[in-house]
């Protein structure tokens, strides 16, 4: 009887203590597999994201992970606060090793790059949980990605298999493309853009994941001043449009947006025919004419021609589901 008066307040003691220490406590030697070390690896990388599979695979590419458990109605316990997963070339490793909790829930979410541009901040709401990132300037050409998986149980009666991380695009892809006609310029003919100037947009943003569903990857706000036509952050000089098209700002950086409402968006293009240079005509098009707004997740390519003016066909609108890690989707094992 002693003993198991001195047993039940010391179970309970050790208890309080793992949940005290959070998820990461060492599992003793001989502990079920359920209890073992969380890690990150990678299958395949995707060529065709703004970020190159070089640069991705380089040593020191890294994303940011977060990550909290709860047991039932108890307070979250982080497990990853912004932790840094990073690429040795070929491996993915973090710090000091996180192991799984028998019935306890986790939730992770996480962002691409780890290192965000200058002036760019990121918060992590433990209890929602979702991410948000302050001020980020899409200017800078970084392909802002997150992941914000469905909660996932610690079942004690199986071993815990990996975590997919599927990352989605958070900011608009935008391709201007435009093309010669010679059914109206003649064969041989070609349109020569002196210069092409985009304004009337915003560049910076906030972003917020507490709405992070299927259809639509958070909200955005934009922030500042509208760009003016005199701004020359989106310019493009002496292009030749060829017959099959060529985009207007070939500058990957010049692809990426803040998602973003079009009421005061303008495309100003100055152009001659290259037959003669004596004559250069101007042309503006309000884009609220084409599309209301750019989406987070969303590719959208503006095809054009011109002759005596602009005339732009529908643009193409589909889900930009290409992301520079693990295939199609930016799929990261945890």
């Not at 060529?47 to 047991?71: D, H, M, N, P, Y």
């Not at 829930?105 to 709401?125: I, K």
């Not at 990132?133 to 815990?160: H, K, N, Q, W, Y």
Request: some cysteine.
């Amino acid at each position: 009887m002693s003993k198991g008066f001195h047993l039940r307040p010391m179970l309970l003691v050790i208890a309080a203590v793992l949940l005290a220490c959070g998820c990461s406590e060492r599992p003793a030697d001989g502990a079920a597999d359920h209890a073992r070390a969380m890690r990150f690896g990678t299958a395949r990388v995707s060529t065709r994201g703004v970020v190159g599979t070089a640069e991705l695979q380089a040593a020191g590419s890294a994303f940011a992970v977060w990550g909290i458990c709860r047991k039932g109605d108890a307070a979250p316990i982080r497990v990853f606060d912004g932790t840094r997963v990073v690429s040795d070339g070929g491996q993915w490793s973090y710090g000091e090793p996180q192991y799984w909790l028998p019935t306890f829930t986790y939730d992770f979410r996480a962002l691409y790059p780890a290192d965000l541009p200058a002036g760019a901040s990121v918060a992590f709401a433990g209890d929602g949980p979702h991410l948000t990132v302050g001020d980020f300037d899409a200017v800078s050409g970084v392909d802002l990605l997150a992941a914000s998986p469905a909660p996932i149980e610690c079942d004690p009666g199986r071993t815990m298999g990996p975590v997919n991380l599927e990352f989605r695009h958070l900011l608009a892809r935008v391709r201007f493309v435009g093309r010669s006609d010679e059914q109206h310029l003649g064969t041989g003919r070609r349109i020569v853009i002196d210069r092409a100037v985009l304004y009337g947009i915003r560049t910076r943003g906030d972003w917020s994941g507490a709405s992070f569903a299927e259809e639509l990857p958070g909200s955005w706000t934009p922030r500042g001043e509208l760009l003016g036509a005199e701004s020359g952050t989106y310019v493009a000089e002496s292009v030749e449009l060829a017959t099959d098209g060529t985009d207007l700002f070939a500058d990957e950086r010049a692809l990426l947006f803040i998602p973003q409402e079009l009421t005061d968006a303008v495309l100003e293009i100055t152009y001659h025919y290259d037959c003669s240079e004596s004559y250069r005509y101007t042309g503006r098009v309000a884009l609220k004419s084409v599309s209301e707004r750019w989406e987070a997740g969303k590719s959208y390519r503006y095809p054009f021609t011109i002759s005596d003016r602009i005339f732009f066909d529908t643009p193409a609108v589909e889900a930009w589901q290409y992301a520079p890690i693990n295939g199609s989707d930016f799929n990261v094992d945890l």
